[in-house]
């Protein structure tokens, strides 16, 4: 009797390890992602400031957003993502590609033509957006169709880009 009861308490404190391990791993990515999308917030606040800075001619080289990191997401999103749902793992992939694509933009930002530099940063500034509407996304229902199936955010995210480009002068001659 006593290694039957020792057989199960050792198999329950192997599976709430286990539990309380994919849970922290869990909190870890969400306050990752609460985190990002602070750290977007401010660099589209960034963003707004180069564009009025590249008027400047006193401005000596260009400054540009730094990348993203996604340590907690690419180090242990592959052992929990069986524990999300179908709906919630998509939705967490759907934003990290966001911030993939923005970490691309600040690396090719660096390295191209000046003249790219204004699409560059308009392109950044659209990819802020569209990251911070993915986190949206990730605390919305399920039943609520995602950033890609909605059009009307997308034209909204669209005409925000239009509007920051036309005020910054961003686009001459496109």
């Known amino acids: 009797m006593t290694l039957l009861i020792g057989y199960f308490l050792g198999q329950s404190t192997d599976w709430i390890k286990f539990y309380f391990t994919v849970w922290r791993k869990m909190s870890a990515i969400n306050v990752e992602i609460e985190d990002i999308v602070c750290i977007l917030q401010y660099k589209r606040s960034r963003i707004e400031e180069i564009a009025g800075m590249i008027a400047d001619p006193r401005m000596i080289g260009k400054p540009a957003p730094g990348e993203i990191s996604e340590l907690m997401?690419?180090?242990?999103?592959?052992?929990?993502s069986p524990y999300y749902s179908r709906k919630k793992r998509s939705r967490i992939f759907t934003f990290y590609q966001t911030i993939k694509t923005?970490?691309?933009?600040?690396?090719?930002?660096?390295c191209r033509d000046p003249e790219y530099f204004n699409k560059g940063?308009?392109?950044?500034?659209?990819?802020?957006?569209?990251?911070?509407?993915?986190?949206?996304d990730l605390s919305s229902p399920e039943n609520i169709p995602d950033l890609h199936k909605k059009e009307a955010r997308l034209r909204k995210a669209n005409k925000e880009v239009e509007s920051f480009c036309i005020k910054y002068k961003l686009l001459n001659g496109d």
């Open 73 to 80: 997401y690419s180090k242990h999103f592959s052992d929990i």
């Open 102 to 110: 923005f970490n691309e933009g600040t690396a090719d930002l660096k």
């Open 121 to 136: 940063l308009a392109n950044l500034y659209y990819y802020a957006l569209l990251s911070i509407e993915a986190a949206t």
